[in-house]
C-alpha cells in the first residue's frame, strides 16, 4: 500500500479479483511493464509458481564481468555443476547468449551468464565459468551457433562437454524442445525455490503457446535463459536416468551369492 499508494477499498478490490481469476489476474490485470507483455496467448509456465519464485529471489552475492555474470551459490568441494548454455551469433542487436549453471544433484540454479558474446569469446567464458565450478559439465546447445562454440572449445582442450549420439552438444529438436519446456514447466510448479534470477522468471511470463500448439516467446521478448535453464534440467534429467540405468544393470549382474550376502547384510 506504501508503495503504490493504495487504499484499503483498492487492496480488496485488487484481492478479490485475484481470487476470481487466479493465474490470469496477472494477464487481465497487469501491474508492471513485463505482465502488459501478456496480452494475448497462453502462458506456458504457471503464473503463479513465478510469483511465488519472484517473491523468493535475492540479490546475487558476487557480480563479475561488467554485470555480466550473476553469482548466486559459488561452488561447493565436492558438488557437482552441469551449465546450460543457449548460444547467440553475438551482434548486438540479436539474440542474446546465456549460460546456467545448477547443482547436479537438486538442481537448485547457482549462477547465469547473459549477454551478447561471440562464439570464441562465449567459449572462453564458458571454460571460465566451467573451471571455477568444479569443472562443471557444459551442455551446449549444438543447434545454428553452438556447432562454432563447441569447435572452439575443442579447439581449446575442453573435455568437460555433454556428448550425445556420439556428438559434442545438446540437440533440440521439434520432438526434444517440447519435453525440456514442459520439464522446466514441471519443476517450476513444484520447486520454485530453487530459482534465483528475476531475468529468467521474467521470461516465463512471457513464454506463451501459440494457436498451433508451438511455444515461443512473445513478440518483443526473449527466451535465451529460459532455454538455457531447459537444457540444464533436461540434462539432468537424462544423466540421473542413464545412472538409475547403470546401477540396474550392475545390479542384475552381480552373483547370486553376493546378492542373497548384500540382502542379508
Known sequence: MQQAGLTLAQIAWRRSKRAELRGLAV?????????????????????EAIERALR???????VRNNQHLLIWLPSQVGKHYLIGVDPAGGGSEGDY?????????????????????????????????ANSYNQGLLVVEQNNHGHAVLAHLRMEGCTNVFRE?????????????????????????????????????????????HADGSCSATAGSHDDCVMAMAIALAARQKLAGQSSRMRSVEMASLPIEADRASRDA
Not at 501478456?38 to 506456458?44: F, K, L, Q, T, W
Not at 514441471?186 to 520447486?191: D, I, Q, S, T, Y
Open 27 to 47: 494477464q487481465e490485470y497487469a501491474e508492471d511493464p513485463i505482465s502488459c507483455f501478456r496480452a494475448s496467448g497462453e502462458c506456458v509456465f504457471d503464473l
Open 165 to 209: 549420439g556420439g556428438h559434442d552438444g545438446w540437440l533440440t529438436s521439434a520432438v526434444s524442445r517440447p519435453a525440456m519446456i514442459e520439464n522446466l514447466a514441471a519443476v517450476l510448479e513444484v520447486e520454485e525455490t530453487i530459482f534465483h534470477s528475476p531475468r529468467l522468471l521474467n521470461e516465463c511470463r512471457t513464454f506463451i503457446r
Open 56 to 62: 523468493g529471489c535475492s540479490e546475487p552475492v558476487e
Open 97 to 129: 547468449s546465456c549460460a546456467m549453471v545448477i547443482e547436479a544433484s537438486t538442481g537448485l540454479q547457482c549462477a547465469e551468464l547473459h549477454g551478447h558474446f561471440p562464439p570464441r569469446e562465449l567459449a572462453g567464458k564458458l571454460i571460465e565459468l
